[in-house]
């Protein structure tokens, strides 16, 4: 039964003096909340982290409070400080806390939800959290009545070996908590991990009862909507062993999570999160917008038409919508976030009749802004950005929803089972579909089944999980992520260099028992200098391994391709789009040349082959110094550190932009990057060049910091790349700024020290790579002088091709194609070469026009020749009385124009039937003609030419409108000029026999 039937239910009674007789606002109890730590007890304000995980691969949303803080627990980096108060922005919709499903069927379940919390690192630990917990409840601000409110603790767990938490119970009795309402539960309840391993710790949980007025002990973690778990305090002082043993931390912390969404529903009386005023405004919202009825509240079969869920999952859905797209999530790089969008469009659409979704679900996210945004100003701040995403994937979804949605429409229509799938509009749903239903009821979804509907048709693992547990399936998730594993695994092998072929895992092995990580540290130190310029000192180190044949070996000789590990490196391996450096190693007597740096775990393996006199043999223990190949390095520093340059002008100059991918060679930069709302034109091409050559003359200086992601979530305008992975410390922040420009990017990428060092900037190309995405190839520094040199060239010869044709237009055809084809030429000329962006477009541009200049010459100089032609054809009959019919293939060819058939036997004699053949453009044709006076059962056009067209193998038809006596056509048939002569021949001779039989008197 809800809490709503509960309320109306006689059979309780609601003892109004428990609740305020003032309901505080939404934002007063956070702000409440926040105070009492901060303000009252000295807590360290730490600001929400964006939903997008920074350092966590596991998730795809930030998923609770403690997760910007996972790292201090693992004790893989320093507190931010002692105690900690927040509200953080979470996300559930898929993995283990998967929310979708359940969302705008109950009263509390939400995609977007906030969760309070207070944090102890080695400060505090269970007696003044609970008695901080309690306080806050039962006093001002929230004032709870004791007797509303349950807790419970650890009552131990033999299998963990662990008594129960007596401590923590003891504790709430000497608070005044009545014992009955202080209740033991075990592991599955009350102990918290992290994952199978790593940190965790015994919890204690404080549950509200909605209803009052009764003992409610038996419904305390029963699953009662009127009965719920309000906050969660954890007790971190274990860590859990890769044998599933527990040892001690040596710092004991606290982790506290409170459902905001539940607190504000309780305190403003109300049975459902969804009647405060987080929701309603969202509601008044739809239904002002959508002209539809008020929301009611209804619940179930009461629920007519399932309206009032709709209006749930709307602003549910608008919710996270906005929060993830303000925090830089697309719906290009998260489908999760894409479903979400999707159905809140579909939703808007089908339930509230919108002609235009979009615009019914941009208003609801700007009703979350101005909600949201006091709390959190980067909603706010990115609101336009939203507005831009949703009308994109509005206009996405239309051209997707023609083929898929109608196909599983039918699937839908045969089996009601799939009926409510969370997301009907995924490629290859119908595909997996059909695999599924194919299996016998309850059989497992093995890992190599659900891999295929993953890798082939494109479904997300919750998906296929949504799939199969409707068609009455097991999904095996575990066996679907050990397959996931190992296909990544080979992905990574094949995609490493040839030598990774050599680099064995045993050899790795044996690496790791034997030496220590590569220290490459060093390939940040470098410096500028007035006399020398940019200067890469070397570095002295130690060779630690000998690699060849894929196994550690105890020394190599001269003349051998080896692999070297040394300890220390001042050489960059390829990362973050950056390709690797190539140097110089040199040791006693021998040298070698670094052509591939491969990174494999934590050490670098320098490949090359060895130089040196034939006596002198390399192994473990020997000296070597690295040097790197200043140009080639200087080079990517240029191009990197101007893509950096780049990227902060596309943010500027659009609202919704991403980047998608980039890549830093030696010869070029390409920076791959989506748009929405916003087409990029030519015009922002040459704006972002200008822009970024600004920069360059500004002369501003490049800084490297290093900073933690806990302080990355931090700072303002830092760009970061969407769904990217950063680690938890060490990382580092490149920053160039000036009063007019402003690029903050996490990179662990060379740059220059000064942007002037780019010398100069230069946009070559820029080429679609789907819906809104384009890559754009750029130089950088003394290349970009060759490449205009380049351009100018092409533009001259643009220029000397289009003289000719335009001096051509009265020359004979050969002259024409010959004409033709240099201009094909030039065409691929212009568009392969490595020149100016502006360049390429006015020298296409040119060839464009000279085209048409080309065809319209070849035009009238085919019509003029074709007409001799004909002239002389038809002179020649005209003696000829006892002519019957013309059968004729025009000599004339070409391959530039086609030549018009209907003029041509327009000017043959009007008595007389005509056949006429030609060859143009790679394409054989022909076109009969039989006079009405000539027409008869047998004697007519079509019958005239069908067995033409049987002979070269084509098809026909009379032209549209016309009667197939009179006019019958042979369409036009590709035939290879070698064997024209052949097929015209056969082609002539049919005609001419059957024209004997027919027209012959």
Not at 142 to 170: A, H, N, Q, W
């Amino acid at each position: 039964m809800l809490l709503r039937e509960l309320l109306n239910n006689s059979k309780y009674i609601i003892h109004k003096q428990f609740f305020h007789s003032r309901h505080l606002s939404s934002n007063e109890v956070r702000k409440r909340f926040l105070d009492f730590f901060v303000e009252e007890h000295s807590h360290t304000f730490i600001r929400s982290s964006p939903v997008v995980p920074l350092h966590d691969y596991s998730l795809a949303f930030v998923n609770a409070g403690m997760n910007q803080f996972k790292e201090v627990f693992l004790n893989k980096t320093t507190p931010p400080c002692l105690t900690a108060a927040n509200t953080q922005k979470c996300i559930r919709v898929g993995g283990k806390h998967n929310d979708l499903k359940d969302v705008g069927f109950d009263t509390y379940h939400h995609t977007f939800f906030e969760m309070l919390g207070n944090w102890s690192f080695g400060n505090y630990f269970k007696q003044e959290a609970c008695e901080l917990a309690w306080k806050l409840l039962t006093s001002p601000p929230y004032s709870i009545d004791p007797r509303r409110l349950y807790v419970t603790y650890f009552s131990g767990c033999s299998r963990l070996g662990l008594p129960p938490d007596l401590e923590t119970k003891e504790i709430w009795m000497s608070l005044g908590v009545e014992p009955t309402r202080i209740l033991g539960f075990g592991a599955a309840d009350n102990f918290w991990e992290m994952g199978p391993t790593g940190p965790c710790g015994a919890c204690t949980e404080i549950h509200v009862d909605h209803l009052g007025s009764r003992e409610a002990a038996d419904r305390v973690n029963r699953g009662h909507a009127d009965l719920t778990e309000l906050w969660n305090i954890v007790f971190i002082q274990y860590n859990r062993n890769a044998d599933g043993s527990l040892s001690s931390l040596p710092h004991h912390h606290v982790d506290t999570g409170m459902g905001f969404e539940r607190l504000v529903a309780f305190l403003q009386n109300k049975s459902s999160n969804y009647d405060t005023d987080l929701f309603l405004p969202l509601f008044n919202s739809i239904s002002k917008v959508a002209k539809a009825a008020p929301f009611r509240g209804k619940f179930g079969v009461q629920d007519e038409g399932g309206v009032d869920t709709a209006y749930r999952i709307l602003a549910d859905h608008s919710r996270m919508v906005t929060v993830a797209v303000a925090d830089n999530m697309f719906p290009d790089t998260n489908h999760k976030l894409r479903r979400v969008l999707r159905k809140a469009l579909l939703v808007a659409e089908d339930s509230f009749k919108m002609k235009n979704p979009a615009k019914l679900v941009k208003e609801v996210c700007n009703c979350v802004a101005e909600i949201l945004s006091p709390t959190y100003p980067e909603i706010g701040i990115n609101l336009n950005k939203v507005h831009l995403v949703v009308d994109h994937e509005w206009e996405v979804l239309q051209v997707v929803r023609g083929g898929a949605a109608a196909t599983w429409r039918s699937v839908v229509q045969q089996d009601s089972r799939v009926a409510q799938l969370s997301d009907c509009m995924a490629p290859g749903l119908t595909a997996a579909y059909r695999e599924l239903s194919s299996l016998p009821a309850h059989s497992p979804v093995a890992g190599d089944l659900a891999f295929r509907l993953y890798d082939t048709h494109g479904l997300p693992p919750d998906l296929i999980e949504e799939l199969s547990q409707a068609l009455g399936l097991e999904f095996d998730e575990n066996s679907f992520n050990a397959t996931l594993v190992e296909a990544k695994a080979r992905t990574l092998q094949s995609a490493k260099p040839s030598e990774n072929a050599v680099v064995s895992n045993s050899c790795l092995e044996r690496l790791k028992q034997t030496i220590p990580p590569t220290d490459d540290t060093a390939k940040y130190n470098y410096c500028w200098s007035v006399k020398d310029g940019y200067v890469f000192p070397k570095v002295d180190s130690v060779v630690q391994a000998v690699v060849r044949c894929g196994e550690v070996v105890s020394e190599a000789r001269v003349g051998e391709r080896v692999g070297l590990v040394v300890d220390r490196t001042c050489l960059y391996h390829a990362a973050g789009g950056q390709a690797a450096d190539r140097g110089l190693l040199e040791g006693e007597g021998w040298t070698m040349d670094c052509d591939t740096l491969l990174s494999c775990g934590e050490y670098l393996v320098h490949f090359g082959t060895l130089r040196g006199t034939e006596e002198v043999k390399v192994a473990s223990g020997c000296p070597v110094s690295v040097w790197v190949d200043t140009g080639r390095r200087l080079a990517h520093m240029r191009s990197h550190t101007a893509t950096h340059c780049l990227n902060a002008e596309l943010h500027r100059m659009f609202v919704a932009t991403h980047q998608t991918g980039s890549s830093v060679t030696e010869d070029h930069l390409t920076f791959d990057f989506a748009t929405y709302g916003q087409h990029f034109n030519k015009e922002h091409v040459m704006e972002l060049e200008r822009k970024v050559q600004e920069v360059i003359k500004s002369r501003l200086p490049v800084r490297r910091t290093t900073v933690s992601s806990n302080e990355l979530t931090l700072l303002d305008n830092v760009t970061l790349l969407p769904g990217e992975t950063y680690p938890s410390e060490g990382i580092h922040l490149i920053q160039i700024e000036s009063d007019h420009f402003v690029s903050k990017e996490a990179c662990c990428g060379t740059h220059v020290l000064n942007t002037a060092d780019i010398q100069d900037f230069c946009v070559s190309s820029v080429k679609s790579q789907g819906s809104g995405v384009k890559s754009l190839m750029a130089v950088t520094g003394a290349t970009v002088q060759q490449v205009r040199q380049d351009g100018q060239a092409v533009l001259r010869d643009v220029a000397a091709v289009r003289e000719d044709i335009s001096t051509a237009a009265s020359d004979n055809n050969t002259k024409l194609e010959e004409l033709e084809s240099s201009l094909q030429s030039m065409k691929r000329q212009t568009t392969e070469l490595l020149i100016p962006y502006a360049d390429r477009v006015e020298a296409l541009s040119q060839l464009e026009s000279a085209a048409k200049s080309l065809k319209e010459s070849a035009r009238v100089t085919l019509r003029q020749t074709v007409e001799k032609e004909m002239k002389e054809v038809l002179n020649s009959i005209a003696a000829d009385t006892g002519c019957q019919f013309l059968v004729y293939c025009l000599q004339t060819t070409s391959h530039l124009d086609s030549i018009p058939l209907q003029k041509v036997t327009r000017m043959c004699p009007l008595h007389l039937p005509v056949l006429i053949f030609a060859y143009a453009e790679g394409q054989l044709k022909a076109r009969c003609c039989v006079p009405q006076a000539r027409v008869s059962h047998n004697a007519n056009a079509e019958t005239w030419m069908k067995p033409v067209v049987e002979v070269v193998g084509g098809s026909g038809g009379p032209p549209r409108g016309q009667d197939p006596r009179l006019v019958f056509n042979l369409k036009p048939i590709h035939i290879p000029p070698s064997d024209v002569d052949r097929i015209v021949k056969l082609a002539l001779t049919e005609a001419n026999q059957m024209a004997i039989k027919l027209f012959n008197d």
